[in-house]
Every structure is written in C-alpha cells, then in structure tokens.
C-alpha cells in the first residue's frame, strides 16, 4: 500500500469546528509535508515538518509528528466553509532521495 | 514569474499522438517534479530534476514517456504514442533544493480519446 495514507478518507463538519486528519507512513522519513487541493488541480503547500521536529503551527493550522508511530496529524481549528478541499500528506523518505509520496487524500467537507 | 506555471492548462488528443507539456518553475528553484494525478487519487512521482540531470526517473510508467530540462529551468514531458490510460492531470512543481518545499503548477489535464 502507500506511503503516506491518510485517515479518514472522507470528513464532513460543522463550520467553527475542529477538522483532524492523520497520515501514517512505513519507512523512515526525512520531512513530511501536508498540501491542500481544491478542485483537483493545483496543490497549496501547507505546512513542511522535519523528521526531528514533533509540532508545527501556522495560523489555524497544527501538525504534529510522532516518528515512533510513524504518523502525522494535521488539525484545522476554528473551520471555515473555504477549508473545504482534499488534504494530502506527502513523505520525502530518507531512501528515496527528494521525491515526495503522497497518499490518497482527506476530503475535508466544510458546511456553513 | 511568481509561481509554477504549466501550459497549456488542458490537452485532448487522439489516441497514438504525441504531446508535450511544459513547466516553468519558480525562479532559482533547482529541484523541478513532475506527478500525475488520476480522479479520486493522491498524485504520483514521475521524476525529480535537480539542475538539467533527471535525478530520479524511476516513476516514469515506461518508454513512452521522457522528460528534459535543458537549461536547468524550463522541463518538457514528452509522452509518445498515448493511450487512453495516460489520461491524467500532469502536475509540476519546483523547489529551492530537493528538501524544501515544494510548489505546484496547476497541473495540465490530458485527456487521450
């Protein structure tokens, strides 16, 4: 299976709500990276967590990373109707050199 | 320019032809990918470029499919004699170094019929 799986696959919520989306990965990772998608077209980088750090803020965004689990958490506070979009977490692995893997993806469903 | 651009945005074309879809990445970024994404799915490494030389090509799906980057900036995918199952959205993205962030294009949607 992939690398970088994301869990759960679908998630609807009220707006004003926390939004949490994990992402679990196999092998030893050197960055993890979470993107947005709206409309299937271009990715928005999120936010880049490096595998010796465990806890990343930026605005209403929190990341955290457990290396010894091998997961990730993406938390969206405070929700708005336009966080509605697919959210996909992306491993650069310490094998493979820089090429991201990505896994298939929270749609996260925002309503107002 | 201020981000990735792809062009062109959309591509339909006969089965058996051959296209090209270009990238222009930022500025100064070194490291240039190129994924594909397919409905429903996460996208999927095709290549990494660091400067001109394909620094990891393992994701190309076969011969048919090639890619450059002549000067270090600019990267054309080529894709010989399409099939219907190459119908995707092509997405690229560039970074500063291979082990930054990654910005992406808005993706080239091919469609083979």
């Known amino acids: 299976s992939q690398q970088g799986e994301e869990d759960p696959q679908a998630l609807s919520i009220q707006e004003g709500e926390n939004a949490t989306m994990n992402c679990s990965y196999k092998?030893?990772?050197?960055?993890l990276q979470w993107y947005r998608q709206n409309s299937g077209r271009g990715l928005v980088h999120l936010i880049l967590?490096?595998?010796?750090?465990r806890e990343k803020h930026s605005g209403r965004l929190r990341v955290t990373l457990d290396t010894s689990k091998k997961s990730s958490s993406l938390l969206i506070t405070a929700s708005r109707a336009a966080d509605t979009a697919s959210y996909f977490c992306?491993?650069?692995?310490?094998?493979?050199?820089?090429?991201?893997?990505f896994g298939e993806g929270t749609q996260l469903t925002v309503n107002p | 320019g201020a981000g990735v651009s792809q062009t062109p945005s959309n591509k339909v074309t006969e089965k058996g032809k051959y296209v090209e879809l270009r990238c222009d990445p930022i500025s100064g970024h070194t490291a240039l990918y190129w994924y594909r994404q397919s409905l429903g799915q996460g996208p999927e490494f095709l290549i990494y470029?660091?400067?001109?030389?394909?620094?990891?090509d393992s994701g190309l799906p076969n011969d048919r499919f090639f890619a450059v980057r002549p000067e270090g900036s600019v990267s054309t995918l080529k894709i010989q004699r399409t099939e219907r199952g190459d119908s995707a959205v092509y997405l690229c993205?560039?970074?500063?170094?291979?082990?930054?962030?990654?910005?992406f294009g808005q993706g080239t949607r091919l469609t083979v019929v």
């Open positions: 992306a491993t650069g692995q310490e094998t493979s050199g820089s090429r991201l893997t």
């Open positions: 967590i490096r595998s010796n750090e």
């Open positions: 092998t030893s990772i050197n960055n």
């Open positions: 993205a560039s970074s500063i170094t291979g082990d930054t962030e990654a910005f």
């Open positions: 470029f660091q400067g001109t030389g394909a620094a990891d």
